[in-house]
């Protein structure tokens, strides 16, 4: 299983969930924070592959709690307004911790 997985310059980041260093969540019960740690991660896992976030051309944004749309669209806006990547947020019944509110994937484009 891979975080990101390049071919030629096109890069898949998988679910990305809201995890520390020590696989604890972060932000337990604040979606917000959740997605931030969700972006530095799937940041971190760009720049290993020589990309970064100004390279994502989609985004996809799993929520357990669909009105939690707005406070994780806000960071998502902190990260990508300028980058204006598609982007899809949609609601799911679960992850696999239920502590859990976000998960993110990540396509991004080397040019």
Not at 7 to 33: F, Q
Not at 78 to 95: D, G, L, Q
Not at 100 to 111: F, Q
Request: aromatic residues 4%; hydrophobic residues 40%; negative net charge.
């Amino acid at each position: 299983m891979s975080r990101a997985v390049q071919i030629g310059c096109s890069i898949a980041v998988s679910g990305t969930a809201p995890l520390d260093a020590e696989g604890r969540t972060v932000g337990v019960g604040d979606p917000g924070a959740q997605m931030r740690r969700c972006i530095e991660i799937a940041g971190e896992s760009l720049a290993e592959l020589g990309a970064g976030l100004e390279d994502v051309i989609r985004t996809r944004t799993l929520l357990t709690r669909i009105e939690d749309w707005e406070a994780v669209a806000s960071v998502h806006g902190e990260y990508f307004s300028k980058i204006r990547p598609a982007n899809t947020i949609m609601e799911v019944s679960r992850f696999i911790d239920p502590e859990w509110l976000v998960e993110i994937e990540d396509d991004a484009v080397l040019t």
